[in-house]
């Protein structure tokens, strides 16, 4: 039988290589990229491609895709994305999944990273925006480093932040909720700009514009 998305988070080997990834990007001074971050993005893939009226099974595999999309971190930040398809590859074919379902899972997982990244697929694009929109307070581990740091001083910054998808205005909207005394939007924009970009990408995928609102103003 296909594994399906309970299989995969149950799978030690799996969460070993999320929890490996993870202690290195803590060793390189990166924000969370563990259980939560994974998790949140599953929901968020899953959620969107079912309010666009995808078939459950597209909506699995967005699921795992997006919770197994960080674990080439696990052999090197620089393409993660390429390495994290290879070893999905052979982590799910050996679970049994058709090569249909893995074709559709690691194209999603080597295209989610801004550097190289394209919404080839349905899949692919909801990972994208489910990836890029995850910003919060709660990813930053070490206060201390916001003085200095501007990735983390800009999700530190983050108070709140919603995505919202209106079917009859065929919008996208990423609605964040920012303490400008901590960042300034023009601190967003310089790290994000890319992955907005991108973000706009993935929307038109599916017929999508994508906006962004920061305290209440359109900022995109």
Do not use: W
Not at 14 to 19: D, Q, S
Not at 62 to 82: L, T
Not at 158 to 169: G, N, T, W
């Amino acid at each position: 039988m296909e594994p399906n998305f309970e299989a995969i988070k149950n799978s030690a080997e799996i969460r070993t290589y999320i929890t490996q990834a993870d202690a290195s990007l803590i060793a390189l001074g990166f924000t969370e990229h563990s259980f939560p971050h994974v998790n949140r993005c599953a929901q968020t893939a899953s959620e969107l491609l079912t309010q666009l009226g995808y078939d459950p099974r597209q909506v699995e595999l967005a699921r795992i895709a997006a919770y197994m999309h960080d674990i080439g971190n696990v052999v090197n930040r620089v393409d993660h994305a390429q390495s994290g398809a290879v070893m999905a590859f052979r982590i799910l074919d050996k679970m049994g999944m058709t090569p249909e379902d893995v074709a559709v899972v690691i194209t999603a997982i080597g295209n989610h990273d801004e550097g190289t990244a394209y919404p080839v697929n349905a899949v692919a694009a909801a990972l994208i925006l489910a990836d890029k929109t995850d910003v919060r307070r709660s990813r930053v581990r070490n206060r201390a480093t916001i003085s200095f740091d501007i990735h983390d001083r800009v999700n530190y910054a983050v108070e709140r932040s919603d995505l919202k998808l209106d079917l009859q205005a065929k919008t996208l909207t990423l609605e964040l909720t920012i303490d400008t005394e901590i960042s300034s939007v023009m601190d967003y924009f310089e790290i994000f700009m890319n992955r907005m970009i991108l973000c706009r990408k993935a929307a038109e995928y599916f017929g999508l514009e994508f906006r962004m609102t920061i305290n209440g103003s359109a900022v995109l």
